[in-house]
């Protein structure tokens, strides 16, 4: 589930706010945007592609909050991983046009 | 005269809604069928609002997940194939005639998608490669394609109900803006329910806006529902996860916590074997039959498949991790609202069904895994829908404008007294649809266990107050949803007593020969069961070895 926010690199844009498709987030005024459902996330990941200052991060557990914070060394490695790994982003290429998908569906029983 | 399904609707006021819409089409739900349908409706001229109840981009199974595409080349012998391919596996009972326009129709719009910018790979011929779709790529570009289509879109604005005129034709639709707390009417001369299946909230990849909240709201105006026994698809993933995306276990070995191959368990076949240890105790898995080339490309096809693991530090290669089945219910199953016709038109005048949200038996009969053929079926019955609501809805516009009624009941104009809470009504459902041993293989006696609770549940929340506010009114009528969607399916499991596609029963174990029909449902207060009979034609396979 959606575990950070990292308040030293959002930039108050509420991207995530409108994207988020189970509606996790509030917007607050000048400040970063509150979880406030956490509950409802469903661990798509989608609120890290669009940030686009990489400023959140999802653990993995689906199913209950993870107990990590933005300082973790895994966190500080990994945070923006996904948006990088699909080359969204500035400066980036999508890598949509590197999907590999037909050789496996080509090999798979 | 007044249709006896629109007798004691709340009408609707002209005052009604903080936001109000008037268009030729609304459709509801923003995934690969609602935008295809939004797309397709604009092109021919109508005025279209889409209404997603999350993000128009991000909502649905498709955008954080993707999928394979059932896209075959126009050769006739290729077609023949892929038509025949899945056929035994879902019952004998997909339409060929369906099945061939779905391949065209996928055909022509992926080429698309193509020309719309999707950067499709190419293989080392330099040819395209089209049967595979990154899913937050693709459904970036139907958001912008919708908007360019000319079509509005409204976000985080679930549909509560649908709005009849009085001879019971659908109108429209109300909703509330889940973020701003507006109220919104549309009123509309079609409306396409592309709202999705229905997951039943088990946090599967992206399932958990898929509450079959649409086909609550079509029920309500009497719309049919076809297959729903084919409903208890189970996604396999890593057991912390939400990631049930399944195609690379087939290159997996399953096991136990003593390191003991389960021997027989795999991703297809061997699926029924994992849900049958997992009752008793965890199953281990790790892809340790890919080759360093199978693993470079796994990287490249599925990004998101690796992120639960390099975040919780495991190499799922050459590590054993803990995994499970999340049920996905109908979204990978064939279950869904019954269409009549060629446009996807449900039996109700003016409502339209597409994508998960209707039946994909006439593609891929009682089996799906998901992907390929429900994503071929999601925008070929979008575009379809699209086109069919478009001229209905720009005639129905044309004719005299009548007075409004109020289609939704549970949660928002029941007239009792009684609170009731949406969450616990939510974990009364799943303690009936989540366990492998009701839902996975279904028995009678078991489904008639459930079903004393559930109808007792549904009667109770019928008899209950509406919902005490709008935030908590969405999260009613998803729990009514869940509800109303966990009794058609057992309803119409009870009633197909043999094993046929997904639906299996433990004291019919085999498939019946005399029951190569489909399975009709409906009705909310009392449901339902027709059998229809259909001239079904087997598809030619091609002779043994010129198979492409």
């Not at chain 2, 899913?135 to 409204?154: H, S």
């Not at chain 2, 189970?234 to 912390?240: E, M, S, T, V």
């Not at chain 2, 340790?288 to 530090?313: I, S, V, Y």
Request: charge should be neutral.
């Amino acid at each position: 589930m959606i575990e950070i926010v990292s308040a030293t690199r959002c930039t108050g844009c509420n991207i995530c706010v409108h994207a988020c498709p189970t509606n996790v987030f509030e917007a607050v005024p000048a400040a970063p945007p509150r979880v406030a459902r956490q509950d409802d996330c469903q661990t798509c990941f989608m609120c890290e592609l669009y940030c686009p200052e990489d400023a959140l991060y999802v653990a993995p557990i689906a199913d209950e909050a993870a107990r990590i914070s933005e300082q973790d060394a895994s966190v500080q490695a990994l945070i923006g991983s996904y948006r990088r790994d699909v080359g969204w982003g500035r400066q980036r290429q999508s890598t949509a046009a590197a999907d590999s998908s037909f050789e496996l569906l080509l090999r798979a029983r | 005269m007044t249709d006896a399904r629109v007798f004691g609707k709340v009408p609707l006021s002209g005052t009604d809604g903080s936001r109000r819409y008037d268009v030729d089409v609304l459709v509801l739900g923003g995934g690969p069928a609602g935008t295809w349908a939004a797309i397709s409706a604009a092109a021919r001229g109508a005025s279209v609002l889409l209404a997603d109840k999350g993000y128009c981009g991000t909502s649905g199974a498709t955008a954080p997940s993707g999928t394979g595409i059932w896209y075959v080349e126009p050769d006739r012998q290729a077609r023949e194939d892929a038509k025949a391919s899945r056929y035994a596996l879902g019952g004998h009972l997909a339409e060929p005639a369906w099945m061939d326009r779905v391949l065209e129709q996928t055909w022509v719009n992926l080429h698309h998608l193509a020309e719309w910018g999707y950067p499709f790979p190419v293989d080392q011929d330099g040819k395209p490669q089209r049967n595979s779709l990154q899913g937050p790529e693709y459904m970036r570009l139907m958001r912008k394609r919708v908007k360019e289509a000319g079509a509005q879109i409204i976000d985080h604005s679930p549909a509560l109900e649908l709005l009849v005129n009085d001879d019971g034709a659908v109108c429209g639709a109300t909703g509330v803006n889940r973020q701003s707390g507006d109220t919104w009417v549309a009123r509309a001369g079609a409306v396409v329910i592309a709202t999705g299946g229905c997951a039943f909230l088990s946090r599967a990849l992206g399932c958990n806006v898929l509450t079959g909240d649409g086909l609550l709201m079509a029920a309500e105006v009497g719309a049919e529902l076809s297959g729903m026994e084919f409903s208890n698809a189970y996604g396999l993933g890593p057991a912390f996860s939400s990631v049930t995306k399944s195609l690379f276990y087939n290159w997996a070995t399953f096991y136990r916590a003593d390191g003991s191959e389960i021997e027989g368990a795999g991703s297809a076949k061997g699926r029924g074997l994992i849900a049958d240890t997992l009752r008793t105790e965890p199953v281990y898995a790790q892809l340790d039959r890919a080759d360093a080339q199978l693993q470079a490309w796994m990287r490249g096809a599925q990004p998101n498949f690796f992120l639960p693991f390099d975040r919780q530090g495991i190499d799922p290669f050459t590590q054993r991790f803990p995994v499970t089945l999340r049920l996905e219910g109908t979204v990978r199953g064939t279950g869904g609202l019954n269409v009549v016709d060629g446009h996807c038109a449900t039996n109700v005048p003016g409502l339209y069904a597409a994508g998960d949200a209707a039946t994909r038996e006439l593609i891929c009969g009682g089996f799906t895994g998901g992907g390929s053929h429900n994503a071929a079926w999601a925008l070929s019955s979008g575009f379809w829908a699209g086109a069919g609501a478009a001229e209905f809805g720009r005639q129905a516009k044309a004719s005299i404008r009548r007075g409004a009624l109020r289609a939704g009941e549970v949660g928002l104009h029941t007239r009792g007294q009684q609170r009731w809470d949406a969450n616990e009504v939510v974990r009364a459902v799943q303690a009936e649809v989540f366990p492998y041993e009701r839902n996975w293989t279904r028995q009678a006696d078991l489904l008639e266990d459930s079903l004393t609770r559930l109808d007792a549940l549904w009667t109770r929340i019928r008899s209950s107050a509406p919902a005490a506010d709008l935030q908590q009114a969405v999260r009613a009528r998803e729990a009514a949803a869940l509800l109303a969607t966990s009794r058609w399916m057992y309803r119409s499991a009870l009633a197909r007593t043999e094993t046929r596609g997904m639906h299996r029963r433990k004291e019919h174990a085999v498939l019946d020969t005399s029951q190569r029909h489909r399975l009709v449902s409906g009705g909310l207060d009392e449901v339902w069961l027709r059998r229809e009979d259909k001239a079904y034609r087997t598809p030619q396979a091609a002779p043994e070895g010129v198979s492409a």
